[in-house]
């Protein structure tokens, strides 16, 4: 198993401003995914952060938005660019290999005023 | 594309059974069911592999139909702690690039 932390665990924003999400876990792993929920929907894929390479983003996510880092095989951050108030959302980091389960990081919930 | 799970939400007395039904347009590598509760993160329940392999919770059985891309989550004998929202996830990999999508949910409420 693992056991994943992110700060903050929530922040208010003003609109035209950005926050950067951390995501920490404690072991090393090589797929890490960003995902958003916006209060009673679904999780949302937002990108794919490997070490080594960029991230790969779904349909409807654009790096300039949201774009992520992958410095080493523990830690990603997700930045939300020139936030707006449709961007009020929880924010949840993941890590999991393919065909295996999938544990999630206990999010971030973010309002954007 | 997001899978379509039913029924979007049900309610049930304690020790109750209920069946959560998840199907995709898409062929699948497999299926994934997580357990939501209110303003925590999902957490893993099951996986069910092409071929029949069942990764999981062992109070809780799921089925896996590849030729119709549906699953069904069994909860048999409901216990309050089962309350919460119920996800599928289908998964599909290309190359080196894994993509698990999520159904629109269903909410489970059991009460005593």
């Known amino acids: 198993s693992a056991v994943i932390s992110q700060k903050p665990s929530r922040d208010i924003c003003q609109r035209g401003t950005s926050l950067t999400i951390q995501c920490q876990v404690d072991s090393q792993v090589t797929m890490m995914f960003w995902y958003r929920q916006q209060p009673g929907q679904s999780l949302t894929l937002i990108a794919t952060a490997n070490q080594g390479s960029e991230a790969t983003y779904e349909s409807g996510f654009v790096i300039d938005k949201f774009p992520i880092s992958r410095p080493n095989l523990t830690f990603s951050t997700l930045t939300v660019s020139n936030m707006s108030p449709e961007d009020s959302s929880i924010y949840l980091c993941s890590v999991g290999g393919a065909m295996e389960e999938q544990y999630f990081g206990p999010g971030t919930r973010l309002t954007v005023t | 594309q997001q899978p379509v799970q039913s029924p979007q939400a049900v309610i049930l007395r304690e020790g109750e059974d209920a069946v959560i039904n998840c199907s995709s347009s898409k062929a699948l590598y497999s299926v994934h069911w997580y357990r939501q509760k209110h303003g925590e993160a999902p957490v893993f329940l099951m996986i069910?592999?092409?071929?029949?392999e069942q990764k999981g919770h062992e109070k809780i059985s799921a089925s896996f139909n590849e030729k119709k891309q549906q699953s069904s989550l069994y909860l048999t004998a409901s216990q309050l702690s089962y309350s919460g929202t119920y996800f599928c996830?289908?998964?599909?990999?290309?190359?080196?690039?894994?993509?698990?999508?999520f159904g629109s949910g269903t909410q489970l409420t059991v009460l005593p």
């Open positions: 069910l592999l092409k071929g029949g």
């Open positions: 996830g289908t998964e599909r990999i290309s190359g080196s690039a894994r993509q698990l999508t």
